[in-house]
């Protein structure tokens, strides 16, 4: 069965950074688009950025650009988000999603095909 499992969430200050990993199962990982969104309390789930097949292309949301980047290491069936300079409206809980093909449509949660559980990330001021 296909899984995402996500892991490197925690409990961090302003300004502090973290890596979260998602590691991938039952799928061929190097022909999927990957991505990151989140989700706050109270709040419709967020694009957060997106990674072609071949790493070759990125994509960011405005609110992370300049502080996050998205890696992946196709060998290891696993996509990174590395977050840094974080904000407290960076707290939420981030998931990692696949998507088989890659178009103008990455940012639509609904476009993927598989998707992680989640992990935390708490940003305290």
């Known amino acids: 069965q296909v899984q995402l499992v996500e892991s490197g969430g925690g409990l961090v200050q302003a300004g502090g950074a973290l890596r979260l990993s998602c590691a991938a199962s039952g799928l061929t990982f190097s022909i999927y688009s990957m991505g990151w969104f989140r989700q706050a309390p109270g709040k419709e789930r967020e694009f957060v950025t997106a990674i072609t097949w071949s790493g070759s292309s990125t994509f960011y949301a405005e609110s992370v650009k300049g502080r996050f980047t998205i890696s992946r290491d196709n060998a290891k069936n696993t996509v990174y988000l590395q977050m840094n300079s974080l904000k407290p409206e960076d707290t939420a809980a981030y998931y990692c999603?696949?998507?088989?093909?890659?178009?103008?449509?990455?940012?639509?949660?609904?476009?993927?095909?598989?998707w992680g559980r989640g992990t935390q990330v708490t940003v305290s001021s």
């Open positions: 999603a696949a998507r088989r093909h890659f178009d103008s449509g990455y940012a639509k949660d609904y476009t993927y095909d598989y």
